[in-house]
């Protein structure tokens, strides 16, 4: 097997934490161990045997998530070290060599990489940015003429990373109804669930065709990526098969986490949880958005889901190239667009607290200042 660097993930993981202004992420920012939890809990959690855990998830954490998706029952969920590791399974449990995959694009480029390092043949059903109106669109007659009977499997990610875009029940049904006439599955990471921006709920794929997988973690809009605890919803045969995969991979999740991604999903605290993410968030993309509003050679379409937007700029420089100046010269890290196969963009995210991002927006602009500066001498 050979497989493709993942570039988005080795560029942030290379520089996250050597650069002073961090807007690459596309989370909120993490939340504190005494944060999550109340002070009558700490005696639980420093008691707690650092043992291997259920390797599947302990059956109280796998009823906690069973209790988001209607219908689901314990034996739906598999509890993964992250979401990426959910991805991993999913697709290795699906996916054999020969068999071809459809995946929305742009896209958190992971299963691009490990379906074609499965041997599939992978085509990209394009999100198009329309920014003189304003939206991202996906056009349905594309995917029905792209799926077929040797099409093993499709994959979202709703709301979308890197556009915010969120595909709604019709066009979800239409997804299911056209996977359904080839025996298709259909694979959803439904991880920026909860960090929709106008507090409006992202409906899942789970219950609309009997060939999905609904993929999510407590990385993003929960603010709580340290854990690195998520899970594959599925049918309960299909699940046993990722269990399977799981045994090679990382076996079982923490114990630590298990028990805090217990705490987490609580319904009041996760409430409580989901609405300090969009408190943050509404009052953070606005600041963006003014931001964007000062720079005529700037625009974007605003993000109705996740902590991040897609910027075009109007300068012939390569995105990489413009996040390796703000890198070296600006100690501040984003994300190229070509990442996503979107050269002349770039990803922002605003979910950290609102000092960071104001700096880092401020440092950007010392960068544009001077590429304008450049082009009118």
């Known amino acids: 097997m050979q497989i493709e660097p993942f570039v988005m993930e ?11 202004l961090n807007l690459s992420d596309s989370g909120v920012q993490p939340l504190r161990v005494d944060e999550l939890l109340e002070p009558g809990e700490y005696e639980e959690l420093l008691s707690q045997q650092l043992i291997y855990t259920q390797s599947n998830g302990t059956p109280e954490l796998r009823d906690r ?17 992250g979401g990426s590791e959910a991805n991993l399974i999913s697709a290795w449990s699906i996916v054999e060599p020969g068999d071809e995959v459809v995946i929305q694009t ?41 799926v077929g009977p040797e099409t093993r499997m499709i994959a979202l990610c709703n709301p ?46 789970w219950g609309r065709y009997d060939r999905v997988i609904v993929t999510n973690s407590l990385s993003k809009a929960y603010g709580l990526p340290g854990l690195r605890l998520g899970w594959i919803l599925g049918p309960s045969e299909t699940i046993d098969r990722c269990w399977g995969r799981h045994d ?30 969009r408190s943050l968030l509404t009052g953070n993309l606005q600041l963006t958005l003014d931001w964007v509003d000062r720079h ?10 996740g902590a991040y937007l897609m910027l075009s700029y109007d300068n012939p420089m390569n995105s ?15 994300v190229p667009g070509d ?39």
């Open 10 to 20: 080795r560029w942030q993981s290379t520089f996250e934490h050597d650069v002073e």
């Open 65 to 81: 998530i069973a209790a988001l998706y209607p219908g689901a029952e314990r034996e739906n969920i598999e509890v993964t070290n």
């Open 106 to 146: 742009p896209n958190y480029m992971q299963l691009w990489g490990v379906t074609r390092a499965l041997g599939a043949e992978v085509k990209a059903w394009q999100l198009r940015p329309d920014l003189d109106g304003g939206s991202w669109n996906l056009d349905f007659d594309e995917l029905e003429a792209m």
């Open 160 to 205: 979308n990373n890197p556009a915010g875009s969120i595909m709604n029940e019709s066009e979800l049904d239409r997804v299911a109804e056209i996977a359904s006439r080839h025996g298709t599955w259909i694979l959803v990471d439904e991880i920026y669930h909860g960090a929709e921006l106008d507090g409006s709920k992202t409906p899942t794929m």
């Open 248 to 277: 090679y991979t990382s076996i079982a999740p923490g114990a630590l986490s298990d028990l805090l991604a217990e705490k987490a999903l609580q319904p009041e605290r996760r409430a409580r949880i989901l609405e300090r993410t």
């Open 296 to 305: 005529p050679q700037l625009r974007t379409i605003k993000p109705k889901g």
């Open 320 to 334: 990489s190239q413009m996040a390796e100046r703000l890198r070296v010269e600006k100690s501040m890290l984003l």
């Open 339 to 377: 990442h996503f196969g979107m050269d002349q963009w770039v990803r922002v995210g605003f979910g950290d607290d609102t000092e960071t991002l104001t700096a880092g927006l401020d440092r950007f602009d010392e960068l544009l200042e001077e590429l304008s500066a450049r082009t009118h001498a």
